[in-house]
């Protein structure tokens, strides 16, 4: 998959829940997904080859924002009330 993939582990059988889909970077391929941070509703996604962060809404799947990072950012963290990112 381009993206994250939701897996239901609290049974013996893991099952896929839901997949949730990511832009292409500008430089072509996969944006090679790798750092992830959640806050209720919002999942903070670090694209390495996108050079960016993608925000999604968890509710719809949607990509709500890209947010411009330095190059290839690996993992991201909020802070404890949610208001600042870090990369």
Same mark, same amino acid.
């Given at each position: 998959?381009? $993206?994250?993939?939701? =897996? #239901?582990?609290?049974?013996?059988?893991?099952? =896929?829940?839901?997949?949730?889909?990511?832009?292409?970077?500008?430089?072509?391929?996969?944006?090679?997904?790798? $750092?992830?941070?959640?806050?209720?509703?919002?999942?903070?996604?670090?694209?390495?080859?996108?050079?960016?962060?993608?925000?999604?809404?968890?509710? #719809? $799947?949607?990509?709500?924002?890209? =947010?411009?990072?330095?190059?290839?950012?690996?993992?991201?963290t909020l802070n404890p009330t949610?208001?600042?990112?870090?990369?």
């Amino acid at each position: 998959t381009n $993206g994250i993939v939701e =897996i #239901d582990v609290s049974t013996s059988a893991a099952k =896929i829940l839901r997949t949730f889909s990511l832009p292409a970077p500008k430089v072509g391929g996969a944006p090679f997904p790798c $750092g992830l941070a959640i806050q209720s509703e919002r999942l903070f996604v670090a694209a390495n080859r996108s050079n960016q962060v993608f925000e999604l809404n968890l509710t #719809d $799947g949607q990509v709500v924002r890209a =947010i411009n990072t330095a190059p290839a950012p690996f993992a991201v963290t909020l802070n404890p009330t949610g208001t600042e990112l870090w990369v």
